[in-house]
Each structure stands twice: as C-alpha cells, then as structure tokens.
C-alpha cells in the first residue's frame, strides 16, 4: 500500500514537471517569445529548459524505478496546497493566449515620464540641423529618454514615431499619447514610454491602436511639468507591429 501510494505521488510529480516542459516548450517556439521576455535573455531561457527536462527524467527514472523507493522507505511528502498552486499556475500557462500590453496595463504602471533640464548622454550627440530625428525600435529607448531630459535641444525637430495611443488622465485637448512598452528583462517589469502627440482630430483616434506620428517636437504643460509633445502634421493608422515592445539593452 505505502508503495502503491508513492508511486502515485511520483506519477503526479513527473506529470507535472512533464507539463512545465510543455509549457516551456510552446513558449520558447512560439512567434511571440519577444513579447514576453527580452531576446537577449532567451540564451538563458533555453538553458533553463535544458535544466528542466534533466530533472524531469530524474523524476521519470525515480517514478519507475521500484528499488528506489523500497530501499529509500521515505515519503518526501508535499503539501497538497504545493501541488494546488502548480497545477494551477500550468493550466493557466496553458490556455491563456500570450497577448502584446495595451492600454489598460499603461494605465495601471503609469507611463515613464522624465524630468527636462537634465543633459543629453555623451552617447547621445544633439541632432544636426537638416536631419529628421526617426525613432526605431533600435533607438526608441535612447532618443525618447533624450527628449524629455533635454527637450530644449530638439524644439522645432522633425519628429516621427510608430506606438500605440493611450489616454491618460487629465492630459490637454486634442493631445494623447504614442507609446511603446519598454521591457528590461520580462513583460512583468514592462514600462509604457513614449511621446505626448496634439492633432485637431484627436477624437477620432481610438485607444489601443496604432498609428506612425509624423510632425515637429514642441512642449506642453502638463501637471505642472513641460513636456515634450509632437505636433501633428499627418497621422497614420498601421497594423499592430510585429514586434510591439522596445528594449532596454538596445
């Protein structure tokens, strides 16, 4: 009986681990891994699942392995609520969809607003004066950051930006927000950063959708501060891009 019974406790600990390996597997192979975890970590990602499917043939070989258990004569015994929690924490791993951020969690963080005044990075020179400043996923972080620690440099520039529109609270009218999320290491510590736009037709953009912002850099009050904002000269709706976050480390 005692044996019977440990080699059900066994069963369950293998399919458990069998389903995380699962659940590991479809992420890492899926098209969207960027939206949950910076690339430059996904080295580390992999390797942690290299790690997991060891210790879920250790339990494979520990679950059929009858001489182990009579010789050892232990139950290592595990709290029901433990098994709860992770066959809870796998079946929700498994049937909710992975979906990029919007604005409904922007409005829960609070979007990363800097203080002006403060001077440009040395790896950060002033712009020409011909040359139109283009915010890429590449320098989205660098140049955004840019903006508002020295708006002053970039007043009258020419400005185009892609994100998507949020609103939030109390902002100036016709003006909302073209906004990307910046991530440093997950989705969990993801940071909505972008740009202040004014467009007569402010209205007739939704939230959550995307738009390529085309126009030159000005400031506005907001709050009590002076921010940057991008003044409308043409607005163009786009498809939600493929890759909707912005990097840290880039």
Known sequence: MFLLKLFGENLLKLLILLGFSLLFYNTLTTHNLSQVINPQFIGNSKLGFGLLLVLTLIQAIRTLDWRHATACNC???IGQFCYIVCIGTLILGLIVPINPLGSTTAS????????????IPASLPLPSEQAALVITDENHVRYVTALY???AAFIGKDISLKGFVYRPDQLPDRTFLVTRFEISCCAADAVPSGLLVEWNDSQSIKNDSWVEVHGKLATVDYLGNKLPVIK??????IK??????????N
């Open 240 to 249: 939600p891009l493929a890759t909707p976050y912005v990097y840290i480390n």
């Open 75 to 77: 139950q290592h015994k």
């Open 108 to 119: 829960q963080k609070g979007v990363k607003f800097m203080q002006a005044g403060i001077t």
């Open 232 to 237: 409308a000269a043409e607005i163009i709706p």
């Open 149 to 151: 620690e020295n708006t």
